[in-house]
């Protein structure tokens, strides 16, 4: 069974700070991982995504992510926040190989901007 | 233009009612899921369909019922409403099985007085 762990539920930056927002993952096949993004009251929407060839992902809105097989880690960076990224993050991990994707989705981490 | 369309957006039902909830995707997709939010933000997949057929089933109570009538559309009916199924459903869809990116509907928010 695949799972994802996030540490952290809450994490708080001010404007123009780094964003790092930890995930680590358990998968006894090679991972598909996610980070999906989702802003009060609305659906999620894809930021990122890792399935093979380069470990460094970038993504939508200035984020990117690098997939570390030794740390099983999926770290998601941005290098200056903005206030505009104020919103619910969930890593996600799939097993893309079974020929259907289920995401099995972390427990979220909320990203609070201040000015 | 919406890509993935849900409705309705909110639900207030009471206990026991049967309630559905509707999906439309008009991006020519395969697969269509349906996800559930509860109050802690957990989001956990229950059911997932391929070209109307279904793929992936949780252990998700019988009083939860799918149904693809097409490939654009994927309904969730649930009989006798508990007041542990108030949470967000979140419908998706993608291209086809596999590596490809979901698409999220806004979501449909239930609450079970």
């Known amino acids: 069974a695949q799972s994802v762990t996030q540490l952290g539920s809450h994490v708080s930056v001010s404007e123009g700070a780094l964003v790092l927002l930890r995930c680590n993952y358990s998968s006894s096949v090679p991972p598909y991982l996610f980070w999906y993004v989702q802003y009060p009251n609305q659906g999620l929407q894809l930021l990122l995504k890792?399935?093979?060839?380069?470990?460094l992902v970038k993504g939508i809105n200035g984020f990117e992510a690098e997939f570390k097989k030794s740390e099983t880690s999926f770290h998601l960076t941005k290098p200056s926040a903005h206030m505009s990224d104020a919103a619910e993050y969930f890593c996600a991990v799939s097993d893309g190989r079974t020929g259907f994707q289920k995401l099995v989705f972390g427990t979220g981490t909320r990203l609070l901007v201040s000015p | 233009d919406t890509a993935v369309s849900q409705t309705p957006k909110y639900l207030v039902t009471q206990m026991g009612n049967d309630k559905s909830i509707k999906c439309e995707q008009n991006?020519?997709?395969?697969?269509m899921y349906w996800y559930k939010q509860d109050s802690k933000k957990f989001l956990k997949i229950m059911f997932s369909y391929n070209n109307k057929e279904l793929i992936i089933n949780e252990t998700v109570p019988n009083r939860f019922s799918p149904k693809s009538p097409d490939k654009a559309h994927l309904n969730l009916h649930i009989n006798s409403l508990e007041l542990g199924d108030s949470a967000v459903y979140f419908c998706?869809?993608?291209?086809?099985?596999?590596?490809?990116?979901?698409?999220f509907g806004p979501g449909t928010r239930l609450l079970v007085l």
């Open positions: 991006l020519g997709h395969d697969t």
């Open positions: 890792y399935t093979t060839g380069a470990t």
């Open positions: 998706a869809s993608s291209q086809k099985a596999g590596e490809e990116t979901q698409y």
